[in-house]
């Protein structure tokens, strides 16, 4: 399940893009916060008396950079006990560009484990267009568990993290011995995040996120909440309008999840979104001259089952001691299809590995992880996405069952099934099992919400949007018919769509079927 993560290498053109900006921001005599308030005037609405404190409380905005401010909130760690311990979450604005705004915009950029307040900080430009920065003021945030608000935690090491994440686990793949270690590596890194994160990393659940969400609507001023969300964002977000459609507001939906999705349906759905991204990379690719591969497109996925079998066997050691296994050679080679745009990383790749090398390997992988090259961690993603997804889904563990879905991969997607297969060798060993109950999300009640699909998105496949599309009430789906994860930013014709809806509530009266 970890494919549903955005690495950072996706965003290198709109960091670049937005770092431009904003040095051509800083020659001009405005920034957006100059003239930003410092402090919200909370909705200031009825309340339980136990939630008045956090429904009620004033942000203290500070400047915090290229023209943005700063803020913590405090929220329950149990929305269930309100009046007991209590966490902090984290957020960023950019004030609205022309100076009134409509209100909040908030975004958030997948995962589970994104960091909302990195993502404005260093992609806003990204994230949103120029007419909804101009309209509102756009606010990221990190979940509860993630990033700068209260975190979840499972090492002090990164040499730890590296283990976890990179670790070879003894045995043949599907083996007695290989569920055995894999399940003792689990159970034994959920422990050392108990230790660490103590009771939040059993309230870290996306159900606790949207009351979160909630609070923040309310403690920024906004009578209904205004919300861009993108891939795992899509679930947070129905989550919101199924428990509080009274005050959801404009809700955009991008790269959207299926709620009623099993762990396994997740599995198998992304497994063969992937193969097919793969497909039509190698399309592209073998009619190349400098492809790496020659032959028929069937010959060359040959070939990276082949490569994926041999690293399964026989790791091969990095400069830094590390080994290139399967596991992290597949991290390498799902980030470039995340988006067409970084298909020739995976030229790269291919070249490298082929030769016997893992530079490229590693250094794909480690910006999927959000490592750094002197081992370093930016971030807690890909312990929070672990964490955050073992809540939200209940898992199976059964050996017999796990082998017969482990089959089941391999023949629905032969080069990318067999690594994806075992997920229940993870959470039914985490130390909090999921009481979540998966199914349909409709939010009745609610105002339209417009869905987005892109009917090749390997990591939140376009039939997912139709399902989610379908099941709310007031849903719109909105095609993209291309490739890559999400399309607003990526198609002028969906940007334009979703900005009409934000902006002047114009729903769309049938899907536009985006092409461009």
């Not at 499972?154 to 686990?169: E, M, P, Q, T």
């Not at 422990?191 to 609070?215: I, K, M, N, P, Y």
């Not at 980030?335 to 590995?353: I, M, V």
Request: aromatic share 10%; charged share 20%.
């Amino acid at each position: 399940m970890r494919p549903h993560r955005v690495g950072r290498l996706l965003k290198a053109a709109a960091v670049a893009l937005a770092t431009t900006a904003l040095l051509a921001g800083c020659m001009s005599w405005f920034q957006p916060g100059d003239r930003a308030p410092t402090t919200s005037t909370p909705t200031g609405e009825d309340v339980p008396a136990e939630l008045a404190p956090f429904y009620h409380q004033v942000l203290k905005w500070t400047g915090c950079g290229g023209g943005m401010q700063c803020a913590s909130a405090t929220a329950p760690l149990d929305w269930a006990a309100p009046t007991g311990p209590t966490i902090e979450l984290a957020l960023i604005r950019q004030y609205a560009t022309g100076g009134s705004p409509r209100g909040s915009l908030l975004i958030n950029p997948g995962g589970p484990g994104g960091s909302g307040v990195d993502f404005i900080r260093d992609s806003i430009d990204f994230a949103t267009s120029e007419r909804l920065q101009r309209e509102f003021s756009v606010v990221g945030f990190d979940p509860r568990g993630v990033g700068a608000s209260t975190p979840i935690t499972c090492a002090d090491d990164s040499a730890d993290l590296d283990a976890y994440i990179y670790g070879i686990v003894p045995g043949e793949r599907g083996s007695d011995e290989w569920i055995a270690a894999t399940e003792a590596k689990n159970a034994a890194f959920g422990q050392a995040c108990l230790s660490f994160t103590g009771e939040l990393l059993g309230l870290a659940d996306t159900v606790s996120a949207a009351r979160d969400l909630d609070l923040l609507r309310a403690v920024l001023g906004d009578a209904t909440l205004d919300y861009l969300g993108y891939s795992y964002g899509t679930y947070l977000g129905s989550v919101y309008a199924e428990l509080f459609p009274e005050r959801a507001g404009r809700l955009v939906l991008d790269g959207a999840i299926d709620p009623s999705t099993t762990e396994f349906d997740v599995t198998r759905t992304q497994a063969v979104g992937f193969e097919n991204a793969l497909i039509a990379y190698l399309e592209d690719c073998v009619g190349r001259d400098d492809c790496p591969f020659a032959g028929t497109v069937e010959q060359a996925r040959g070939r990276v089952s082949a490569l994926m079998r041999a690293l399964d066997a026989r790791p091969i050691a990095a400069s830094d001691g590390r080994m290139l296994g399967a596991n992290t050679m597949f991290s390498a080679i799902i980030l470039p299809l995340y988006n067409e745009a970084n298909w020739p990383y995976l030229d790269d790749l291919f070249t490298d590995t082929f030769a016997g090398g893992t530079e490229t390997a590693f250094l794909l992988a480690d910006s999927y992880n959000d490592r750094n090259a002197d081992g370093s961690y930016n971030s807690n993603g890909t312990v929070a996405f672990l964490s955050i997804n073992c809540l939200d889904y209940p898992s199976n563990g059964d050996v017999a069952t796990m082998r017969a879905e482990a089959q089941q991969l391999a023949g629905e997607a032969p080069v990318f099934g067999p690594w994806m297969a075992y997920g229940g060798t993870l959470c039914p060993q985490w130390p909090f099992l999921s009481s979540t109950e998966r199914g349909e999300i409709t939010a009745p009640g609610s105002p339209d919400i417009l869905v987005v699909g892109t009917t090749n998105d390997p990591a939140t496949p376009y039939v997912w949007a139709q399902a989610l599309a379908s099941q709310l009430e007031n849903g719109h789906l909105v095609t993209y018919e291309g490739e890559g994860h999400t399309a607003y930013g990526s198609s002028e014709c969906v940007t334009g769509v979703v900005d009409d809806f934000l902006v002047d509530g114009t729903v769309p009266t049938a899907d536009p079927m985006c092409t461009s």
